[in-house]
Nanobody, 115 residues
Framework: QVQFVESGGGLVQPGGSLRLSCAAS????????MGWYRQAPGKQRELVAK???????NYADSVKGRFTISRDNAKKTVYLQMNTLKPEDTAVYYC?????????WGQGTQVTVSS
């Protein structure tokens, strides 16, 4: 059974930073492309960052230059370093493979950017 467990969210002021972590199980992590997704209230879930098994990364325009995705294959963990956070980054953040496995969404971690 594939499972993703996200952590690291919280309340942060605009301009602040957070680092999200996602522990994966039930997949061959080292060969899986992984992604961080987010869903804001009233909006569809969107892919904000992805990383291939070889470490190549890609970002949504809205987070480019501010977010960094990375992975540790030995720990089966993917990270999202988020800097210069903006109120519009407020959302529940999820990780999943890329493309996403429909039945493997975790509970996510809430990120709230507010003063």
């Amino acid at each position: 059974q594939v499972q993703f467990v996200e952590s690291g969210g919280g309340l942060v002021q605009p301009g602040g930073s957070l680092r999200l972590s996602c522990a994966a199980s039930g997949i061959v992590f080292s060969t899986a492309a992984m992604g961080w997704y987010r869903q804001a209230p009233g909006k569809q879930r969107e892919l904000v960052a992805k990383i291939t098994s070889g470490g190549r990364t890609n970002y949504a325009d809205s987070v480019k230059g501010r977010f960094t995705i990375s992975r540790d294959n030995a720990k089966k963990t993917v990270y999202l370093q988020m800097n210069t956070l903006k109120p519009e980054d407020t959302a529940v953040y999820y990780c999943n493979s890329d493309p996403a496995l429909r039945g493997a969404w975790g509970q996510g971690t809430q990120v709230t950017v507010s003063s």
